[in-house]
């Protein structure tokens, strides 16, 4: 998978995710209002991701993540979450540190990741 294509996937799954876990059920609508993309964008998107195996549309409209769709969502979840606190933990407001972290999650590696998550999980603190 092309590396923006791969940015783009991990982008969608995250906010089904999260979508999920807030309104306890996600359409292409949702996701629209959410990103701010536009519905033929969306739907797209979602037609490549049910086409990778990562998501199911039930016949409402109604999106599910599938098994290997769940685990990209859960890690770029915990990568974001993690990232983020640590900016924060610098000192960097909130805003920018999750606009940061949406970037760096996707192209950092494992190593470093599990060093910040690491230091992060230690209650590493700078302010």
Excluded: W
Excluded at 11 to 28: C, F, H, P, Q
């Amino acid at each position: 998978m092309v590396a923006a294509n791969r940015e783009s996937t991990e982008n969608y799954l995250e906010t089904i995710l999260v979508l999920k876990d807030r309104l306890g059920a996600v359409r292409s609508v949702d996701i629209v209002n959410e990103l701010q993309y536009t519905r033929p964008s969306v739907s797209v998107a979602m037609k490549k991701l049910r086409e990778g195996g990562y998501i199911l549309v039930d016949r409402e409209g109604f999106i599910t993540l599938t098994q290997s769709g769940l685990e990209v969502a859960r890690e770029m979840y915990e990568r974001h979450s993690i990232i983020t606190g640590f900016f924060i933990s610098l000192g960097v407001d909130e805003k920018t540190a999750a606009l940061d972290a949406c970037r760096i999650e996707h192209v950092i590696s494992r190593e470093s990741f599990e060093k910040i998550s690491k230091l992060v999980s230690r209650g590493f603190e700078v302010k």
